[in-house]
């Protein structure tokens, strides 16, 4: 099996900046993916291959990753940020798709 | 614009069956491979099973192999889950999902488009 590891909650206040971690083995060589999931919709994308935004996704959202942690930041982050946050990847050989736990974001 | 809208959620029996269908629209269908992904309610995601564009290449997560059944239907724009067998821990929103980097699930997959979801109760 494989695990992507991510802390259950984050707090900020407005205009401040939230960092939400996910850890995993494979993402040395893997890409890191994140969905946002606002209460009762459906996931969206936010970043995909590490630190590539989707049109449409603003620009306070980035992504990076580092050795085994990926971190998707909020800069500047707005009432309307507030949600759930899941991270995304796969196994060393791509074989097991997997979602982090999730991690609560609550902006206030 | 890109829209997946699922069908055929509902309560059903343990070890009894049931069909998810998912329309597509927005998008050349049968130039991507599509998934269903599941959410328990107020818990995470789980990938399910995806299927190529061309129905050449199936995968399922071991939790559902040997009971659940991905089809798709190009002429349709359309994609099924077969639940046969079910338990509660069967339970959950089903979420149809189209696949952003291969139509062929050669590569790892990753989604950039998701349906509202349908939800399944798996009960006596």
């Known amino acids: 099996s494989y695990e992507l590891t991510q802390p259950p909650s984050v707090s900020v206040s407005p205009g401040q900046t939230a960092r939400i971690t996910c850890s995993g083995d494979?993402?040395?060589?893997?890409?890191a993916y994140w969905y946002q999931q606002k209460s009762g919709q459906a996931p969206v994308l936010v970043i995909y291959?590490?630190?590539k935004r989707p049109s449409g996704i603003p620009e306070r959202f980035s992504g990076s990753t580092s050795g085994t942690v990926a971190t998707l930041t909020i800069r500047g982050a707005q009432v309307e940020d507030d949600a759930d946050y899941y991270c995304?990847?796969?196994?060393?050989?791509?074989?097991?798709?997997?979602f982090g736990s999730g991690t609560k974001v609550t902006v206030l | 614009e890109v829209q997946l809208v699922e069908s055929g959620g509902g309560l059903v029996q343990p070890g009894g069956s049931l069909r998810l269908s998912c329309a597509a629209s927005?998008?050349?269908?049968?130039?991507?491979?599509m998934h269903w992904i599941r959410q328990p309610p107020g818990k995470g995601l789980e990938w399910v099973s995806g299927?190529?564009?061309?129905?050449?290449?199936?995968d399922y997560a071991d939790s559902v192999e040997g009971r659940f059944t991905i089809s798709r239907d190009n002429a349709k724009n359309s994609v099924y889950l077969d639940m046969n067998t079910v338990r509660p821990e069967d339970t959950a929103f089903y979420y149809c999902?189209?696949?952003?980097?291969?139509?062929?699930?050669?590569?790892?997959?990753?989604?950039?488009?998701w349906g509202p979801g349908t939800l399944v109760i798996v009960s006596s």
């Open positions: 299927i190529s564009w061309n129905s050449g290449n199936i």
């Open positions: 494979a993402l040395p060589k893997k890409h």
């Open positions: 995304y990847s796969t196994d060393s050989v791509g074989h097991l798709y997997v």
């Open positions: 999902v189209k696949d952003a980097s291969s139509p062929s699930l050669i590569l790892a997959p990753y989604f950039d488009y």
């Open positions: 291959e590490d630190d």
């Open positions: 927005g998008f050349t269908f049968d130039d991507f491979a």
